[in-house]
Every structure is written in C-alpha cells, then in structure tokens.
C-alpha cells in the first residue's frame, strides 16, 4: 500500500468547514483512496472512497486532484460528535480482498464548543 | 451495527495464560482481518484471511496465530501472554472479490488485560 502522511491533529469549532489532507506521492494507477472514523474503543467506520476528482456522500465530500498525489477529506458544519481520528488508506483493493491494509497514525480531529 | 461480532468484548488474563478471540464476519464476508491497538495507538495489522486460507502476514508474533474455518468465523489465539499484550483486538471483514474499491467493516473488538 502507499505510504501516507496526514498532520497528527486539528482543532475546529463546531459549525465550520474541516477539510484533512493526505499526501500519498506513491499512489498507483489502480489505488483507491479510502477515510475511515474512529471513536476512541471503537472500530473504524467507513467513511468515503474514491478514485479520482469529487465524491460526496451524505457525510463527507472527498477531493482528490489530477495527479492524485494527495487527497482532502471535507467535513461540512461539524458537531462535538465529530471529534474522532481520521485515517486515510490508499490501496489497491482488487479482488481477494484488501492485503495487509495497514493504517497510518490518522489525524486526531478535536472539535471545540 | 457493521454485522462483523467479536467474542468476548472484555477478557481479563494473567500473563503467562493463553486466551482465543473470536470473529464472526458479516454473512458472506470471505476476507477477515485481525488488527490489534494498544492505548492511544494507531491500528497494527496482524493477519488476513480469504475464504479459509493465510492471504497476509503484518508485524504478528509468534506467540499468536490465527486460523478461519469453514463456516468462514475466524480465531485469533494467543499464547504465553505479557503486559504488553493488553490491548484492543479488532477483526474486520470485507466481500472481496468485488473488483477495485471496497469497504472493511469492524467489529467493536476485544478488549485483553494482562496482569
């Protein structure tokens, strides 16, 4: 899997806009870039993925630029119930199932009243 | 609710002792995974699992081993523990075989004190 680097941790008011960033310089022509949520004792949720461009569900909007180099996870209007870790994953996941998907140290969202 | 159950949620051993954790993916789930978290650390991937056989192997010790059965549950087993083994024990399962793309649900794990 592609190595990648996100900031340990964020602060933000509850109301705004977060967006996270993910360097994955690595990232290969069949990689998907997947957010996941974790609450502390808690597995990690699922959150978005995508390939290329936007993706937006009903949570998250998910950017990722042409060379795909790096991708933004976007949080709109966040609540106290956002405050988790948030780990990006970059992999292939063909067939067979994911190998060895090995998570990064996440970023640690503190969101603030 | 991901539909992936781990047992038991708590365990309380002594070192030295020998505990079996286990793992009933999401029904139809052929891949399983074994993550394992101590406080206020990151996930580390330990074993996978595809359809009964060995698919990936990350920083796990000797002192554990893994296996998943036919009827696809898996168990992790681990042997002669020590403090530092005390942590939280995740199994995940995913479809696989499903192309490019795809999503790991989580169980809420397992969480082993050694004392």
């Known amino acids: 899997l592609a190595k990648t680097t996100q900031p340990i941790s964020m602060d933000s008011y509850e109301g705004q806009e977060v967006n996270i960033t993910c360097s994955h310089n690595n990232i290969a022509t069949n990689d998907y870039i997947t957010w996941y949520q974790q609450f502390p004792s808690q597995g990690p949720r699922f959150i978005i993925q995508?390939?290329?461009t936007k993706v937006t569900n009903e949570v998250a909007s998910l950017f990722i630029p042409a060379d795909r180099k790096s991708s933004t996870l976007s949080l709109p209007r966040v609540s106290l119930s956002d405050t988790a870790v948030y780990y990006c994953l970059v992999g292939d996941f063909s067939p067979g199932g994911y190998q060895k998907v090995t998570f990064g140290t996440g970023t640690k969202l503190q969101v603030i009243p | 609710d991901s539909g992936v159950t781990q047992t038991p949620k708590h365990l309380i051993t002594a070192t030295g002792q020998r505990v079996t954790l286990r793992c009933s993916p999401r029904s139809g789930d052929l891949s399983v995974y074994w993550y394992q978290q101590s406080l206020d650390q990151g996930l580390q991937f330990l074993i996978q699992?595809?359809?009964?056989?060995?698919?990936a192997k990350g920083n796990i010790l000797e002192r554990f081993s893994a296996q998943q059965f036919p009827d696809l549950h898996s168990e992790l087993n681990l042997s002669s523990l020590e403090l530092g083994d005390s942590a939280l024990y995740f199994c995940?399962?995913?479809?696989?075989?499903?192309?490019?793309?795809?999503?790991?649900?989580f169980g809420e794990g397992s969480r082993l004190t050694v004392l």
């Open positions: 995508g390939y290329k």
């Open positions: 699992y595809y359809n009964g056989e060995e698919r």
């Open positions: 995940a399962s995913s479809a696989g075989g499903t192309g490019a793309g795809g999503e790991l649900f």
